[in-house]
């Protein structure tokens, strides 16, 4: 193998593939990668960092738009606490990924399910699997090719909002759809 | 469905440019003050009363041998340390046994550290039981600087197989995780917290680490490439493969105890489901076959068999399988969450979290029996290992706020806490026992 040539390509790649994993919906894993602000601990305003985790606090807000593209297709799908059904308030992003996905059948998703962080890791890693699936299970009723699809967890291993409790983990129990 | 080869060949590509950032080798990584804490519990624990002197010459070599072995023998909880210095002995010295008898030493150390012309050290050492008023005879370990902390280990693991009877783990390694913000990096360290090496450092996670049983390479988790894949990489060259990547999750690598294949969980048809694979990603085999979620593999000693998690029953609980195929049989019984199964390397025990209470605390399953004993009183307990002689397991768990790994007794009489100000730690695995190098 050609190292030099293949090991420049190779950190180009994993550049364009951290960034190529950003989507549109604002995440603060993403912000903390770029070497922003710590991820804080799980203990809020117990310490000097008590600022930065009311800016956490807002941007944990849920909102819809912020989750959605240019094409003002929602790309976040929640789902209710040990639930991995994909609820009717989601049904209409579904249809609209269905429906770019049928008319572009060279464009393929990558969909990432998630969990809170509440359990063991590998378990929520298959939990998460069970959410990303139920979303690709949904796609494909709608006529999308499986080849157009992949189906990947991350557990509880990246969480779109830091902390514990409901207001927290309603934020984490997700699957989140981007293009490739 | 094999692995495309262009989603290989992507992920090859990843590998490259990390090893570009991780050096590809290990180096030194600064822990801070990583340190054990032993707490005693419950009272008439029996311990063992042993003089240790500093070794003459001590002040002349890089490390404190004798400080070393004191704390591996108090941090076992086993071992009552009297200090034997003011006698200033060395290996050939004969002792003053009665003197210790009358102080109530079972057993005494001594030992000499001699800097030689070629940059190497002679370490020697002699234990003597005192009741019986005899030497085991001078042992004698010519290392190099770097080797001096690993020989300190022996001596203690050689002093605690003579007195206990049972193998001794002060000089195994351990691997962990540590995060710091979006950092993640795999450690290696001594049994200690010791000499922290990081193989891996990078920005995005790494979970589910596993040594293989010749303790050379570690198997884990990594989700660099945007998603879930299994890596092998050799601990002393750095050389890493992608051993599963495919279309889906791969995770949760467990090696054979022959070293040739791995158990690991992959959703590639669906589902999260047990399959089997050659430690060079060749050779997939399908183990389990069901509509439920089934992961977390651990092997039983003989190879034959495979605990595991499923949730076949609606909530997790731990079964086995034969490691070809089978039926499935059901194993915990008790608490309505049971995961994280590892199984003693004698076969007579499984370590295992169970939810209690909204929480989750480590138990110990005598295996012969089905009897279940919680092993501490804490709620956020991860991730138990054995040690190689079966009588440790290493967890992490949550204190004042941060993520630490412990040691336990099996009794959960001993725990010691290894506390490091850095960063978060957790995914605790304890390496095997290793033969030393020959030089």
Redesign the interface.
């Known amino acids: 193998m050609n190292?030099s040539r293949?090991?420049f390509?190779?950190?180009?790649?994993?550049a364009v593939?951290?960034l190529?994993?950003c989507g549109s919906s604002v995440k603060l894993?993403d912000q903390?990668?770029s070497g922003a602000a710590?991820?804080t601990?799980?203990?809020p305003g117990?310490d000097a960092n008590a600022a930065s985790s009311s800016n956490v606090a807002s941007v944990v807000v849920p909102d819809q738009n912020a989750a959605a593209d240019a094409s003002g297709l929602t790309r976040v799908i929640y789902f209710d606490f040990d639930s991995f059904v994909v609820k009717s308030e989601f049904a209409g992003a579904i249809d609209g990924h269905a429906k770019r996905l049928n008319a572009a059948k060279a464009k393929k998703v990558?969909i990432?399910g998630h969990t809170d962080e509440r359990?063991?890791?590998?378990?929520n890693?298959?939990?998460g699997?069970?959410r990303a699936?139920a979303v690709q299970k949904s796609l494909t009723l709608l006529g999308v090719s499986g080849e157009q699809i992949?189906?990947?967890?991350?557990?509880e291993?990246?969480a779109a909002a830091q902390g514990s409790g409901e207001a927290v983990w309603a934020q984490n129990r997700r699957a989140e759809i981007k293009d490739r | 469905m094999t692995q495309s080869p262009s989603r290989r060949a992507a992920a090859l590509r990843i590998l490259g440019g990390v090893a570009l950032l991780a050096g590809g080798a290990l180096w030194p990584w600064q822990a801070a003050q990583a340190q054990f804490r032993v707490e005693i519990a419950g009272v008439g624990a029996t311990q063992i009363p042993i003089a240790i002197g500093t070794f003459r010459d001590e002040a002349r070599v890089p490390q404190p041998v004798s400080r070393i072995i004191k704390a591996d023998l108090e941090r076992s909880g086993l071992f009552r340390i009297l200090d034997a210095s003011a006698d200033r002995l060395d290996d050939s010295s004969r002792p003053p046994l009665p003197d210790w008898r009358g102080k109530g030493a079972d057993a005494l150390l001594a030992g000499s550290a001699t800097p030689l012309v070629d940059g190497r050290f002679d370490v020697r050492y002699q234990l003597w039981d005192v009741l019986k008023g005899q030497g085991s005879g001078i042992v004698s370990m010519v290392v190099p600087a770097a080797d001096l902390r690993q020989a300190a280990h022996r001596i203690a693991d050689d002093i605690y197989q003579r007195l206990t009877g049972d193998m001794g783990v002060f000089s195994t390694r351990i691997a962990y995780v540590s995060k710091a913000g979006a950092r993640h990096t795999l450690v290696v360290a001594d049994a200690d917290g010791e000499g922290a090496q990081a193989p891996l450092t990078i920005s995005q996670p790494i979970i589910s680490p596993a040594w293989s049983p010749d303790g050379q390479r570690l198997a884990y988790v990594s989700f660099e490439g945007g998603k879930p894949v299994v890596v092998v990489q050799d601990v002393s060259t750095g050389r890493r493969r992608v051993v599963a990547g495919f279309k889906g999750s791969n995770s949760a690598p467990a090696w054979s105890p022959d070293g040739r294949q791995l158990a690991v969980t992959l959703s590639r048809d669906g589902g999260s489901q047990l399959y089997l694979i050659g430690a060079d990603g060749q050779g997939l085999q399908r183990v389990t076959q069901s509509a439920s979620i089934d992961t977390e593999a651990a092997w039983s000693p003989d190879g034959r068999t495979l605990y595991f998690v499923s949730d076949r029953g609606g909530a997790p609980q731990i079964y086995t399988v034969p490691a070809s195929g089978g039926q499935p049989r059901r194993v915990t019984f008790q608490g309505s969450y049971n995961i994280s199964p590892a199984i003693s390397p004698d076969g007579r025990y499984m370590a295992y979290i169970s939810q209690v209470d909204a929480g989750y605390r480590l138990h110990l399953m005598e295996l012969a029996t089905g009897k279940v004993t919680p092993l501490t009183d804490t709620r956020d307990d991860e991730s138990p290992s054995f040690a190689p002689n079966s009588k440790l397991i290493i967890y992490a768990t949550r204190a004042q706020g941060r993520d630490v790994l412990m040691t336990t007794s099996l009794d959960g009489r001993i725990k010691a806490r290894l506390a490091t100000t850095q960063a978060d730690v957790r995914e605790p695995v304890w390496g095997p026992h290793v033969q030393p190098p020959r030089r």
């Open positions: 190292f293949t090991l390509v190779s950190a180009v790649s994993a593939l951290t190529a994993g894993d903390a990668g710590p991820i601990s799980a203990t117990a990558i990432e359990g063991g890791r590998e378990y890693l298959a939990l699997q069970k699936e992949e189906a990947v967890s991350f557990g291993e990246r």
